[in-house]
């Protein structure tokens, strides 16, 4: 599985957000300039976007291009594409 495969680089990214949600945090409790709060809310939307490419590209190759039955693809298929639709909300 990729998520297991790629565990590592998924957590580092994944502490990275935390880093920048934390830094986000500082700076709201110390009053910072509404720029660098904005600046750092796009920097988490970035991170967070890319991780969940990662997690996308992994699961799409995992289990739909090595997947040999057709209609586990099509199950693995609805699944990303119904969270696909939820992120994007």
Do not use: F, W
């Not at 997690?55 to 997947?67: A, K, P, Q, R, S």
Request: include cysteine; hydrophobic fraction near 45%.
């Amino acid at each position: 599985m990729h998520t297991i495969r790629d565990k590592s680089k998924l957590l580092t990214r994944v502490r990275r957000i935390q880093g920048q949600a934390a830094a986000l945090e500082n700076q709201l409790a110390e009053e910072a300039d509404c720029t660098a709060v904005l600046q750092q809310i796009a920097a988490i939307r970035g991170a967070v976007n890319g991780l969940m490419a990662a997690v996308i590209e992994g699961h799409l190759i995992d289990h739909m291009v090595n997947e040999p039955e057709q209609a586990q693809r099509q199950q693995e298929l609805d699944a990303v594409l119904q969270v696909i639709k939820s992120y994007l909300k």
